[in-house]
């Protein structure tokens, strides 16, 4: 989405569809700013376009003649193959995912890798590039980002706009799934749950303004959670965490395969926990090699090693910009800012 050409691809569906009129309120749409989300897949040499549409009512008839009326633009005038429509109501408040934001999803193949741990410094250091972030904790099996950062359990509060507002940490913002659920909340219940939180995440979240990257952490493995970030973002770009480790790095590779096949662009891989400074000695405790042999079979990128830290008090685990892994989190960062 970030690319010049992607733009303008959205911007010209956005032009053509300006003119169509809602029946229910009979404006056009460029002036109900009805278009709440554009999507284009160019996968497999078909050109797919997916939108989400805000009209004034819910009627199946207005929503039928709609369809037909979009779909003789995109596909006959616009020639792409494909077209998906989601309608909403117009009254419905603003979303996030029309704005200019980077998505990155942190994607592991299993737990304890340090994927969480790498999406809050990370976070932490886009910040102190300079950039506006935002954190969805989507790990809805195994959430841990609020421990890190070392923010509350907590239902959020509501503004006066009745939007949800999210914890700040260091000038992070951050929402969770775990602040919704209840904790015993059976874990069968909780994929299916997803999708619907995160549209409230994307909605009903008051978020700043200025939000330049969402992180997301992604519940580890390939599961049914991957589609439903595909659905609402397919633009959404991956980094894979993985060790040093043969053991970790097998799996990362298939949780990376999982993200292009759902066509998501892949930044590159992050070896977590790569070595240890003792003594002057760089200790390669966990073994070598794992996050380059990922990042190879995966025709990828290895972005970052980075060492293991010293545990901090309490079980917060947000590093230091001047420690020696504050200044590799900082080099990531610097590597994706680069990127656009
Ligand atoms: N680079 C690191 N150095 C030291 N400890 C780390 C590092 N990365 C992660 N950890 C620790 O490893 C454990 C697992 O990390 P976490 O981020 O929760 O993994 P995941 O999200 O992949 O399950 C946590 O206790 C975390 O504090
Ligand atoms: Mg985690």
Aim: hydrophobic share 40%; glycine share 10%.
């Amino acid at each position: 989405m970030h690319t010049g050409d992607k733009m303008n691809k959205k911007d010209k569906i956005i032009v053509a569809l300006g003119e169509v009129v809602d029946p229910s309120n009979e404006k056009p749409f460029k002036e109900t700013k009805a278009i709440r989300h554009v999507g284009v897949d160019e996968s497999d040499g078909k050109k797919t376009v997916n939108l989400l549409i805000a009209l004034g009512k819910e009627d199946d008839k207005v929503k039928q003649q709609l369809k037909r009326k979009i779909a003789k633009i995109i596909k006959l005038d616009m020639q792409y193959h494909g077209l998906s429509i989601d309608f909403e109501l117009l009254e419905k408040k603003e979303s996030i995912l029309h704005k200019d934001i980077r998505y990155i999803g942190i994607a592991s193949g299993k737990g304890g890798v340090g994927k969480s741990t790498v999406a809050a410094n990370l976070a932490i250091a886009l910040q102190r590039l300079g950039k506006k972030v935002g954190i969805i904790d989507a790990d809805i099996y195994g959430s841990s980002i609020p421990t890190i950062m070392d923010v509350p359990i907590a239902m959020p509060t509501a503004g006066e706009d009745e939007k949800i507002i999210p914890f700040s940490k260091l000038g992070v913002e951050l929402i969770s799934t775990e602040f919704f659920l209840k904790p015993d909340q059976p874990l069968m219940w909780r994929g299916p749950m997803l999708g619907k939180m995160l549209n409230h995440f994307f909605y009903d979240v008051k978020w700043n303004d200025d939000l330049e990257y969402v992180l997301i952490d992604l519940p580890p493995g390939t599961g049914d959670v991957a589609m439903d970030i595909q659905k609402l973002i397919p633009e959404c770009e991956m980094i894979i965490v993985t060790t040093p480790h043969a053991s970790a790095s097998h799996i990362a590779v298939k949780a990376g395969f999982a993200a292009q096949q759902l066509k998501h662009k892949l930044i590159g891989v992050v070896e977590n926990m790569s070595y240890l400074y003792h003594a002057g000695e760089v200790l390669e405790i966990f073994g070598k090699g794992g996050g380059k042999e990922v990042a190879d079979k995966l025709k990828t990128d290895l972005l970052q090693q980075i060492p293991i830290g010293q545990p901090k008090s309490g079980h917060h685990s947000l590093f230091d910009m001047t420690e020696e892994i504050g200044v590799t989190y900082l080099g990531l960062a610097n590597k994706l800012l680069k990127e656009t």
